[in-house]
Every structure is written in C-alpha cells, then in structure tokens.
C-alpha cells in the first residue's frame, strides 16, 4: 500500500535524524571540553540565538515557529550534555515567568523557582543560578515595578530580552458564570482583563494573590471561586478553562529580561538600559539638560520612566532605553558627559533588541 510506503520512508528519515543528532552530541561534548580548556562559559545565549535565525531564515515545508521550537529543545538538551544550566524564576511552577523561562532555556534546563523578585536576582548573585528571568513591562498595564527596583538595587545586568504573548483565561470549576462569587489572581493579570470582568462577572470580588498559580489553588479550594491564569496553569492543576483570552487588550504582551553577572556582546540590534540620578532632581530643566546630552551624541531613547530613589521623599531614579550598545562611541561619550551632570550613571545592560 502507499500508506505503508510512505510510512516507511518517515521511519527511515527519524532513524537518520537520531543518528545525526547523536553525531551532533559528540560534537557538543567536545566543544564543551574546548570550552572548559580556554576557560570560557558553557552556555553562549548569543551562539544560540544566530543559529536559530540562520536556521529559521531557510526556505522549506518545515514552519518557521516550530524551526525555532524544535532546536530550541535540542539545544537545550545538547547545554545538559555539557553542563546542566540552572534557571531562576519567578514561580511557582505555571506561571508566565516559568512559561516565558521554558520558552527561552527549553525543557532540559534546571529550573529553581523564587516568591519574590528579589529572591530571582538573589538566586544569580549567589550564583545558585546562571541566568534569572524576570517580567519587566507589560503592553497594556505598563512596568513591572518590583522588577525594576530589583535591577536598580542590585548588582546584575540585563543579558537579553523576550516578549511572551499573554492570553489570559478564566478557570473554574463553578457550573455558570452567575455562581462566580470571587475571582482571584496576581494584580497584573487581574489589571489586563479589568473591562472584561466589570462586563461578566460585575458583582464578584477580585481577591489579589501573588501568583496566577496560587490563584488556581485558591479557586480550586472555593466552591463559588475562579481563576484568571494561562493555559499552562489549568494544564498543571487540572482546573477546566471555561473562558479564553479573556484580556481586554487582543494584543497582551510581556517583556521578560534575563538577568546575569554579564552582558550580552554586540550584536548590531542592541538595547542599552541606564538608570540615573539627577544633581538637582526639582531644579528647572535638570532632566531636560540630561536628556539633551543624548540627543546631542546622537543616541535614540526608546523609553523613559522613574522610580523613586528610596533616599529622601520625592527624589527619583530615572531609567531609560537607548538604541544601541554600551561599547558604541556615541553612547559612551554620553556617558561621560552624563556622569558630570547627575549623581550617579548605572549601565544596566546591553543586549539583542527582541525581535
């Protein structure tokens, strides 16, 4: 039969993929001893991502997406014949951060969960962990801020980006939406999908818990409860998803940085993120004179906000996005002159603009 035919050649062709896979893993072992002879890092995040562009850019039958999916999973494997990576994230186990951490470091990694922001960037500076994934920013409800005062406070740099598409949905087990008498979740998730809970679930309260996971928890302890999480969660937990992309926003995007003792080297589509402090933070057009330093070197600010500085009452840390890396002329001529106008300067890392 031809089904039977072609069957056969599916066979034939997995059989030579396992054998040069396992060709491919000879390789990598022998990598890593050259690496551990020149006394360099194991895991190379820039190495990893030009070879998925390079292999994504082919023309083929194969999707492009599942390209990227599939040797994402391979090389994460190939890293664990080198040396186990272990990845610090904010949990527990189902969260976006640990979606987002799976997405980027595949299922081969190790990965350690963290309550709290500071725990994640904890876990890196005790070197507990190579890398740390954080949420930063989200489109529709703006700028993790915990994550923020973590960078500032501490002494690790943004390694690289990601942008995780965040389709939230609601998990319950309660038979009609008309019986939901609370709905629980992390604020930010409850924050994304406000307009549409005012809309179908007006009259139930919305009880804030630090985590989509243990708001599945608290769902599945509540007879009259539900949860606002992602798919991952209600995989986990078997709590049934009665609701999809419930966000109001259809496009609901988070950035995630990863977070090391290092930065990333130049790639030629970099982001380079500073914070500052400013000499004479009220003075008339102090943030102005700063700003007009960078556009006199000619480097490009993509996004500005501030933080309070936790030194005195209304004194703030000013962070900003520039184009471009850190080893660039431009930018590090305006880090000179910056430094004589404000109190401090702090790179904060260079690294691949996600794409």
């Known amino acids: 039969m031809i089904l039977d035919d072609l069957r ?8 030579r993929v396992l054998d040069l896979l396992d060709q491919r893993a000879r390789v990598v072992i022998d990598i890593a001893r050259a690496k551990q002879g020149a006394n360099l890092p194991t895991h190379d995040p820039e190495r990893e991502r030009q070879v998925l562009d390079r292999l994504a850019s082919r023309d083929g039958q194969f999707p492009k997406e599942a390209i990227r999916s599939v040797y994402r999973e391979i090389m994460s494997a190939s890293l664990a014949l080198e040396e186990p990576i272990k990845i610090a994230y904010l949990g527990p186990e189902g969260t976006f951060s640990h979606a987002a951490a799976r997405a980027l470091f595949g299922l081969s990694a190790r990965y350690c969960e963290a309550t709290t922001f500071e725990g994640v960037f904890d876990a890196v500076s005790r070197r507990e962990a190579q890398h740390g994934v954080v949420p930063v920013e989200n489109s529709t409800e703006g700028s993790s801020n915990m994550a923020l005062d973590a960078l500032i406070d501490g002494d690790l740099l943004i390694r690289g980006e990601f942008e995780l598409d965040v389709s939230l949905c609601l998990l319950t087990r309660v038979p009609s939406l008309a019986s939901i008498e609370r709905v629980y979740s992390h604020p930010n998730p409850l924050g994304q999908c406000r307009v549409w809970l005012a809309k179908n679930l007006g009259a139930a309260q919305l009880v804030q818990v630090p985590s989509t996971i243990l708001a599945v928890r608290e769902a599945l302890g509540d007879s009259h409860g539900a949860a606002v999480a992602g798919r991952l969660a209600s995989d986990l ?12 926003r259809v496009e609901n995007v988070t950035r995630f940085v990863i977070v090391s003792h290092e930065d990333a080297p130049r790639t030629g589509r970099d982001k380079t993120t500073i914070a500052f402090g400013l000499t004479d933070g009220h003075g008339r057009g102090a943030l102005m004179r700063a700003l007009a330093i960078l556009d006199a070197e000619g480097v490009n600010m993509s996004r500005i906000e501030s933080r309070p500085s936790r030194e005195k009452p209304w004194d703030y840390v000013f962070l900003v996005d520039l184009e471009g890396h850190r080893e660039d002329q431009s930018i590090q001529r305006a880090f000179t002159r910056l430094r004589e106008h404000c109190t401090f300067v702090r790179n904060l890392g260079s690294y691949a603009r996600a794409r």
Do not use: A, M, S
Not at 8 to 15: C, H, R, T, V, Y
């Open 8 to 15: 056969k050649q599916i066979d034939e062709i997995d059989d």
């Open 237 to 248: 937990y078997g709590l049934p998803i009665v609701r999809e992309r419930i966000q109001d």
